[in-house]
């Protein structure tokens, strides 16, 4: 017998800039909210219709002790990073980039996108790693669009984008270094999934577009909100209402948490103070590397 889990606390995105000054709209972390174990951080990138020319992107930047998700609905990134990466982003696909003992990263607009302009639309997950894995060597996983598995309801009215942990009878292709589930529901009107999810995770609902019905008492709630869910039950009711104009594009994501230590300052997130310190002193001394231009 599935107890569903009742919503704890609705979080308003915030509107902001980011890197070289683009628009990100962020649950957390705001005043409100600094973080939701395992998760450090959730930026909705866009969307913004950008003039030929206006396109802007995050350049040459160090991460260490997290995990970084970059999901593309629209538009076109290119990614390069300092252990010889690069490649495209398109709509769709997602890389998960593991920056462990440390990698400086640069994400901009492609540019053949950045020329013509058009729509940017995307998110970015940023994943607490434990102690134990905050220096491994950085890892990068892509996905494009096409492999990434999808799962739909017998009455169809259901789809869902299986980035991370298993939804509708479909498991994701994605290998995560703590327990995670990611993924994209698409829900016509009328349409109800009930997801089940392990009792001691945090999870937390994300709408991108449409109004959904969330939790046992299907409270209407708007895009660009988080709705954190209480830990006393093991499934999840997402729900779009009947009289609803559009579909409801809802994200879902939950993980175990780890339960340790948080201290960051800005792109380094480490247990210690002296581990945040010896993480400066390594990017300042060159040791994450440079990206080649």
Same mark, same amino acid.
């Given at each position: 017998?599935?107890?569903?889990?009742?919503?704890?606390? &609705? %979080?308003?995105?915030?509107?902001?800039?980011?890197?070289?000054?683009?628009?990100?709209?962020?649950?957390?972390?705001?005043?409100? +909210?600094?973080?939701?174990?395992?998760?450090?951080?959730?930026?909705?990138?866009?969307?913004?219709?950008?003039?030929?020319?206006?396109?802007?992107?995050?350049?040459?930047?160090?991460?260490?002790? %997290?995990?970084?998700?970059?999901?593309?609905?629209?538009?076109?990134?290119?990614?390069? !990073?300092?252990?010889?990466? =690069?490649?495209? *982003?398109?709509?769709?696909?997602?890389?998960?980039?593991?920056?462990?003992?440390?990698?400086?990263?640069?994400?901009?607009?492609?540019? @053949?996108?950045?020329? =013509?302009?058009?729509?940017?639309?995307?998110? $970015?997950?940023?994943?607490?790693?434990?102690?134990?894995?905050?220096? &491994?060597?950085?890892?990068?996983?892509?996905?494009?669009?096409? $492999?990434?598995?999808?799962?739909? =309801? /017998?009455?169809?009215?259901?789809?869902?984008?299986? &980035?991370?942990?298993?939804?509708?009878?479909?498991? /994701? /292709? &994605?290998?995560?270094?703590?327990?995670? *589930?990611?993924?994209?529901?698409?829900?016509?009107?009328?349409?109800?999934? @009930?997801?089940?999810?392990?009792? #001691?995770?945090?999870?937390?609902?994300?709408?991108?577009?449409?109004?959904?019905?969330?939790?046992?008492?299907?409270?209407?709630?708007?895009?660009?909100?988080?709705?954190?869910?209480? #830990?006393?039950? !093991?499934?999840?009711?997402?729900?779009?209402?009947? !009289?609803?104009? @559009?579909? *409801?594009?809802?994200? +879902?994501?939950?993980?175990?948490?780890? #339960?340790?230590?948080?201290?960051?300052?800005?792109? %380094?997130?480490? #247990?210690?103070? $002296?581990?945040?310190?010896?993480?400066?002193?390594?990017? $300042?001394?060159?040791?994450?590397?440079?990206?080649?231009?």
């Amino acid at each position: 017998m599935t107890t569903t889990r009742t919503i704890e606390r &609705i %979080f308003p995105a915030v509107r902001t800039t980011e890197g070289a000054g683009f628009i990100v709209h962020r649950p957390f972390p705001t005043r409100q +909210l600094m973080d939701f174990d395992p998760f450090l951080l959730l930026d909705e990138m866009g969307p913004t219709d950008y003039a030929p020319g206006a396109a802007k992107g995050a350049p040459d930047h160090p991460h260490r002790g %997290f995990e970084t998700v970059t999901y593309v609905l629209e538009g076109r990134f290119g990614h390069k !990073d300092s252990a010889g990466h =690069s490649g495209t *982003l398109g709509p769709g696909d997602v890389q998960w980039m593991t920056a462990g003992a440390g990698v400086i990263h640069s994400e901009m607009p492609d540019p @053949e996108f950045a020329r =013509s302009g058009g729509r940017m639309h995307g998110l $970015q997950l940023w994943v607490n790693l434990p102690a134990r894995d905050k220096m &491994i060597a950085p890892r990068y996983q892509e996905m494009p669009t096409a $492999q990434i598995p999808v799962g739909r =309801s /017998a009455d169809g009215k259901v789809s869902v984008k299986v &980035i991370a942990g298993e939804a509708l009878g479909v498991k /994701a /292709a &994605i290998e995560t270094r703590t327990p995670i *589930l990611y993924q994209h529901f698409t829900i016509a009107p009328g349409g109800r999934v @009930e997801q089940t999810v392990p009792r #001691n995770w945090r999870v937390f609902a994300y709408g991108l577009a449409g109004t959904g019905r969330y939790g046992p008492g299907g409270e209407r709630i708007e895009a660009q909100q988080m709705v954190a869910f209480a #830990n006393d039950g !093991d499934s999840i009711v997402l729900a779009a209402p009947d !009289d609803a104009t @559009e579909a *409801l594009e809802v994200l +879902l994501i939950g993980g175990e948490p780890l #339960n340790e230590p948080v201290v960051r300052y800005g792109p %380094f997130v480490m #247990n210690t103070e $002296q581990e945040i310190r010896q993480a400066v002193l390594d990017y $300042q001394a060159g040791r994450m590397g440079h990206i080649a231009h």
